[in-house]
Every structure is written in C-alpha cells, then in structure tokens.
C-alpha cells in the first residue's frame, strides 16, 4: 500500500526569498492573508501527497506552482491510457510509467524552486510512520479506504494535519482533520471501521472535472492550513458537480472513537 522513499529529503530549509521567487509568487504575496511571511512559509513546507490519480494530479501541480518547497509524491501504480481522461498530471508519452515518477517529472518542469521526493515501493506501516514525521502536512489523494484508515490513524499519532478528498461519478467530498488541535474529529468519526462500502471510480465512473474540483480544493485547504488560516475542520463539504449544488455540514468529534481516544 504505501512505498519507500527513493531518498531521504534533506534540502536546507531557506530563510528568505529571493528576487526570482518575490517575482514568480507576486500574486500570491499581494494577498494580504499571505503576504511575504506566508508565502516564506510555503517555500519551508513539506507536504505529502498519497496517490497521484485523479485527485493528486490537481493537488500536485497548483502546491507546486502555489511555491511549496518540497513535496513527497506516493504512488506504486503505473500510469494507464484510461487514467488520462482526468489525471492531468500524465500525459500519453508517460503510459506505463510509475504514476509519482510522471508527476515528479511534470512538476520540475513546471517550479524548479520545489523540490520533490519519488516514493514507488510497498512500505510498512512503521515506514509510514517515519514518513509523516518528516512532513509538515499530508493529503489523502487515495482511492480505497484501506490507505484513508492508515493515514488518519498515523497522521493522529503524529499530530500532523490530514486533508481528505474523495470523488466518484458526480458527486465529492472535501475535509480537513487537524491533529494539531485536540478537538479535531478525525476520518474514524465519519466513517467507522467496516461500515462502509469500498467503492471505485473503475466501477461506477466519475466526470474528469469533478476529480480536479475536489484536487485543486485539497491544495487550497493545505495551503491555509500551512499559513494558519480558518480550513475545513469540524466542516465536511459535499459537492454536486450535476446540479453544482454545495453543501457543508458540522462534523464533530465521536466521544466513542477509538482513534480519538488515543489523542
């Protein structure tokens, strides 16, 4: 399920931006809500992205072109002609190619300021563990709940915050668990161990735009959860990419979950 790192990051976390940067992040650095200080603390993030699918691919490249410093690319699968239709992070020149070697290889192209860490092997949960260590945040780009269950509870433990993303046919959901916080609920609150149904976009379809929908949003909440800024947590937003209907609800934290016991 999760891979080893082809090498351990290791870049000198900068301390200032210099003139290329002030000049590519210039929109960015106008926001007031970002401004230099914010836009300094992207260059010094590292984040995680698990799977480079339908999902990754948008949450990949605007972390990169937003002016992340380092992003650790997960993916043992191979890129497929059927994954083009909405993974657009590939491309046809890369069919058959390791999905986090492909991304890896459109992102240098794409900011050579970030840095990116290939990971394209099976790893064990302790490996995993030590992976998150390493990283500021981590985004669930995945597509089963095996991988969803195995990064909330290592992301808890290791009190890193988790943005969570999911898409199929029509229909999306977004949420930002922050295990910097206490009260944080986490992905146990929502759906319990055994309880749900381990759907597929290979067997019920998804629209190619509603992946990057919830992809690009994925980015959005990690960037403000890098800067400091009000995210998702305790929210969970449900979009309709039919009628183009969003609706957000509170998620609170279960007082029976397990995992949140362990805080």
């Known amino acids: ?47 995680l992205v698990i799977g480079l699918g339908g999902l ?63 990971i394209s092997h099976q790893l064990e949960n302790e490996a995993l563990d030590a992976l998150i260590q390493q990283v500021d945040i981590v985004l669930d780009c995945s597509d089963n709940f095996e991988t969803r269950y195995a990064l909330n509870q290592a992301c808890l433990k290791a009190r890193k915050p988790l943005v969570s993303g999911a898409a199929i046919r029509w229909e ?40 990057g929908m919830v992809g690009s949003m994925q980015a959005m909440e990690a960037i403000k959860a890098l800067i400091g800024l009000p995210t998702l947590v305790g929210k969970l937003l449900l979009i309709d990419g039919l009628t183009m209907q969003f609706r957000q609800f509170n998620l609170k934290q279960d007082p029976h979950c397990i995992q949140c016991q362990k805080k």
């Open 56 to 118: 990754g691919s948008p949450a990949a490249l605007y972390l990169a072109a937003a002016g992340l410093g380092q992003l650790t690319l997960v993916d043992f699968d191979q890129v497929d002609d059927s994954n083009l239709q909405r993974q657009i992070i590939h491309n046809e020149q890369r069919i058959g190619q390791n999905k986090a070697e492909s991304a890896a290889h459109t992102l240098a192209q794409l900011n050579h300021f970030c840095q990116t860490h290939v």
């Open 172 to 211: 999306g959901q977004l949420t930002t668990y922050d295990f910097r916080h206490d009260d944080s609920p986490c992905y146990e609150c929502l759906y319990k161990p055994g309880t749900s149904n381990d759907q597929s976009c290979s067997r019920n379809g998804v629209v190619s735009p509603l992946v």
């Open 1 to 47: 399920m999760m891979t080893q790192p082809n090498k351990t990051p290791t870049e000198k976390t900068p301390t200032e931006l210099d003139d290329a940067q002030l000049n590519r992040f210039s929109r960015q650095i106008l926001l007031s809500d970002i401004d230099y200080a914010g836009q300094l603390k992207l260059a010094q993030s590292h984040a």
